[in-house]
C-alpha cells in the first residue's frame, strides 16, 4: 500500500499529463468543449426548477429563488459526480493499448477522468457563481465548508472510479448497469427536492453517501448555516473507506489487467 | 547495485486458451451452475497451457541478450513479464535500475494532439520527467527527421512517420535497462539501420539490452549471446551464432510432403564439405540435395532453386533444365535427385533457399517450396548489403595542391 503510494506519487506528471490530454481532446473546439461542461448541469437544473415548480403548484405556494439556487447548487455537483463515474467506467477499456503495453501505475486512468471531469465541474462552477449572484444568495462564513464538502466529494468519485473501471475492465457489461444506477440515482439522491420535505424518514434518504454532502453545500451556500455534522462524518468516513477499498482493490487486480482486457 | 543487472528464476507463466468470462451475464450462470454440480466450468479451466516453462536467464550490465524463436515461442511473453505488465504464475524476476520497454513505441499517443504534445504525453508515460524530456526535445525531433510536422496532430502523419516520432521518444530514455520487441520493422531502410545505431550507442553507454527480433541480421549485430525458446521451453542459451544455428535447423524437415500432388518435392538440404548446415561464411560454397517423387506418370520436368533474401526479395534463380541437365520424366514412386553447387557471393544476412518443380513447354508449376531451407551467412565486416563482391582496395592516396605523398599500388 504504502509502496503503491510511492509509486503513484512518482508518477505524478504522467497523472498531470494524462489529465492534460483528456481535456485537451475535449476542449480540441473549444466552443463545444465549454458547451460539453455546461450542457449536463443546466439540463439538471432546469428539469429541477420542472420539478420544483410542480411542488409550487401542489403546494399552492409561489416558488422561492432560494429553491431555484438550492437545485442549481446540487445539480452541478450531481453532473460531476455523474460524469466522473461515466468516464471512470470507460477509461481503463478506452487506454486499451497502454494498459497492455507499457508499465505504469493503472489507477491513473481512473483518477485522470476524475480530474478532468472536475475541470468541467470548474467551468460549470463560473456560470454557477454568476447565477447565484444574480439570485442574491449573499455571503457567509459557512462558505468555508464548501471545498471540504467538495474535497470529499472528489473523494468518493475517485473511489467509486476505480472500482468500477477495474470491474467493467473484466466484466463488460458492468458499464450497462453502472448507466442505469446513474440515471435513476437521481430520484434517490436530494437533487430536486430536499431531505426535510420528508420530515422524519429524510434520515433514510441521506444513507446514500451523497446525500448529506449536496444538502450541506446547500445548508451553507444557500441557507447560511453549517451542514449536519453527524451526516457529514458518515460522508467521509465512506468515501475515506471507499477510496481505500477501490485502491486496494484496483492494485490487487493489476497485474491481471493486461491479460484480461 | 550488484553486477546482474537482470534476471528470471525458474519463470512459468500459465494462460487459459478457450473462452474466459467477460461478462457478469456469462458469469453468473455459470457460476450458480457450478454451486449445483455442473461441470461445464471445470472442463474451460482444463484448458490451459504454460507459454513459458522454467525460464532462468541473468544478464549483466551492460550486456546484450537476444531471446529468438518462432511465433508463439513465449517471447512476448517473456518481455511482458519483465516489464511488469503480466505477473508469472511462479517463479521470480529481479531488475536492477529502471527498465524502459520498446514494445509499441506508438502505444501512448493520441491521434488528436500535435506530434510536440504527443512527445511530451509518450515520454511521460514511458517514465520520463518533464524536464528531462525538455532538455533533449531538440535531439528527439531531430531524430524523428519530422522537424515540419511537429505542429500537426499525428492523425495527419503516415503510419510511418507516426512509428518514427514514436521510436525517437523512447530511444531517448536513458534507462539501466532496455527491453526491445520487433520495433525495428517500422519504418524504411535508413531509419532502421539509425535505429539500431542508436541502440548500439546505448548499449555502449552501459545500458543492458534485452532484443526481440526476427531479423537474425539485427539480432547478430546487436547481441553476442542469445537465449532460444520454442513453445516456451529453454532449447539453449549461448552465443548468437551458435544459437542462430540451432534456431535454424530446428525449423528444417517441419513441411510434410502433400500427397495429392502428381510429383511433389520430397527432401532439400543444404550441406558444406562435412553435411548438413545452415550457417556459412560469405563466399563459401554450399550444396543443395533437391530430391523428386512422383505420384503419378509425369514428363519434361526441371528442378528449380532460387535464393532469396529476409524481405522475400529474389537474389538469384537458376534451374536443371537452364544448366543444360535433360528434362526429367518419372514413372509413379520414381524418384529423381540432384545437386545444385553454389558459390555464396552473398553479404551477412539470413536468405531463404527455395524450389520448385517446373515444366517449361506449359508452364506449369507442380510443387513448390518456399522456403524449403534457411541460411545464415555469418558476420563480414568488409561488406554490408545483399551481394559479396569481393572487393578490395587496389589504389589509395591523398591528392591536390602541396601533396607530396606518391599514389600507392
Redesign the interface.
Known amino acids: 500500500m504504502k509502496e503503491d503510494l510511492r509509486e503513484l506519487y512518482k ?1 505524478r ?2 497523472l498531470y ?2 489529465t ?2 483528456d481535456i ?2 475535449r476542449y ?1 473546439q473549444s466552443i463545444m468543449g465549454f458547451f460539453w461542461a455546461i450542457l449536463m448541469p443546466i439540463l439538471i437544473v432546469m428539469s429541477g426548477i420542472v420539478v420544483r415548480y410542480a411542488y409550487a403548484m401542489v403546494a399552492h405556494a409561489p416558488l422561492k429563488t432560494a429553491d431555484i439556487a438550492g437545485v442549481a447548487i446540487k445539480s452541478v455537483p450531481w453532473a460531476f459526480l455523474v460524469s466522473s463515474i461515466r468516464f471512470t467506467c470507460n477509461s481503463l477499456t478506452g487506454n486499451r ?2 494498459v ?5 501505475p493503472k489507477e491513473i486512468f481512473p483518477m485522470a477522468a476524475v480530474l478532468a471531469c472536475l475541470f468541467d465541474f470548474l467551468v460549470a462552477s463560473v456560470a454557477l457563481v454568476i447565477f447565484l449572484a444574480l439570485t442574491h444568495v449573499g455571503v457567509s462564513i459557512y462558505l468555508l465548508w464548501v471545498p471540504v464538502l467538495l474535497g470529499t466529494l472528489i473523494v468518493l468519485a475517485t473511489g467509486i472510479g476505480m472500482l468500477v473501471s477495474a470491474a467493467s475492465l ?5 458499464k450497462y ?1 453502472v448507466e442505469v444506477f446513474l440515471t435513476f440515482g437521481i430520484f434517490f439522491t436530494p437533487v430536486f427536492y430536499d431531505v426535510r420535505m420528508f420530515g422524519d424518514r429524510g434520515k433514510y434518504l441521506m444513507l446514500n453517501p451523497v446525500a448529506p454532502l449536496l444538502d450541506g453545500l446547500s445548508a451553507c451556500i444557500v441557507h447560511h448555516e453549517s451542514p449536519d455534522l453527524h451526516w457529514f462524518l458518515y460522508s467521509l468516513i465512506f468515501s475515506l473507506a471507499s477510496f481505500l477499498s477501490g485502491f486496494v482493490l484496483f492494485k490487487h487486480l493489476q ?2 489487467f ?3 482486457i | 547495485m550488484s553486477d546482474v543487472s537482470l534476471s528470471m528464476e525458474h519463470v512459468y507463466k500459465k494462460f487459459r486458451k478457450g473462452e474466459i468470462y467477460n461478462s457478469l451475464r456469462d458469469l453468473i450462470p455459470a457460476m450458480t451452475g457450478k454451486m449445483f454440480g455442473g461441470d461445464e466450468l471445470d472442463a474451460k479451466d482444463r484448458r490451459e497451457f504454460w507459454a513459458l516453462e522454467d525460464l532462468s536467464f541473468e544478464v549483466k550490465r551492460g550486456e546484450a541478450l537476444a531471446i529468438i524463436g518462432r511465433n508463439g515461442a513465449g517471447k512476448s511473453t517473456a518481455l511482458k513479464i519483465l516489464s511488469r505488465i503480466m505477473r508469472p504464475t511462479r517463479g521470480r524476476m529481479v531488475v536492477n535500475g529502471r527498465l524502459s520497454a520498446l514494445i509499441e513505441v506508438t502505444a501512448g499517443f493520441h491521434p488528436d494532439l500535435t506530434g510536440m504534445e504527443n512527445i511530451f504525453l509518450h515520454g511521460t508515460i514511458l517514465g520520463m520527467k518533464k524536464r528531462e524530456i525538455q532538455g533533449k526535445l531538440d535531439q528527439i525531433i531531430a531524430f524523428s527527421g519530422l522537424d515540419d510536422f511537429i505542429d500537426t496532430p499525428v492523425k495527419r502523419y503516415s503510419s510511418g512517420m507516426y512509428a518514427r516520432l514514436g521510436f525517437s521518444v523512447a530511444a531517448h530514455i536513458e534507462p539501466d535497462v532496455m527491453v526491445v520487441d520487433e520495433v525495428l520493422s517500422v519504418g524504411d531502410f535508413v531509419f532502421q539501420q539509425r535505429c539500431l545505431d542508436r541502440i548500439k550507442a546505448v548499449i555502449k553507454a552501459g545500458t543492458t539490452v534485452l532484443f526481440v527480433s526476427h531479423n537474425l541480421k539485427s539480432v547478430t549485430e546487436i547481441c553476442d549471446r542469445s537465449l532460444l525458446l520454442d513453445h516456451g521451453k529453454t532449447l539453449a542459451i549461448g552465443d548468437t551464432d551458435s544459437i542462430i544455428r540451432k534456431y535454424l535447423e530446428s525449423g528444417s524437415g517441419t513441411a510434410v510432403p502433400e500427397e495429392k500432388k502428381s510429383v511433389h518435392i520430397s527432401q532439400v538440404v543444404v550441406r558444406d564439405a562435412a553435411g548438413e548446415q545452415a550457417t556459412f561464411g560469405s563466399g563459401e560454397t554450399a550444396w543443395v540435395d533437391v530430391e523428386i517423387t512422383a505420384r503419378d506418370f509425369a514428363e519434361k520436368l526441371a528442378v528449380v532453386i532460387w535464393l532469396t533474401d529476409d524481405a522475400q526479395y529474389e537474389l538469384f534463380n537458376t534451374s536443371t533444365e537452364r544448366l543444360g541437365c535433360t528434362p526429367i520424366s518419372l514413372s509413379p514412386n520414381q524418384s529423381y535427385r540432384c545437386t545444385f553447387q553454389l558459390q555464396l557471393n552473398v553479404a551477412h544476412g539470413t536468405f531463404h533457399v527455395c524450389a520448385a518443380i517446373h515444366r517449361y513447354d506449359i508452364d506449369k508449376t507442380y510443387d513448390d517450396k518456399k522456403p524449403a531451407a534457411t541460411l545464415f551467412i555469418g558476420n563480414t565486416t568488409a561488406v554490408r548489403g545483399a551481394v559479396n563482391c569481393f572487393p578490395t582496395v587496389v589504389e589509395h592516396g591523398v591528392s591536390g595542391v602541396g601533396s607530396e605523398t606518391p599514389i600507392v599500388r
Open positions: 508518477y506528471e504522467l499529463m494524462i492534460y490530454r485537451k481532446v480540441k493499448e497502454l497492455t503495453k507499457i508499465y505504469f473484466f466484466f463488460r457489461d458492468v448497469i497485474p491481471m493486461a491479460e484480461s
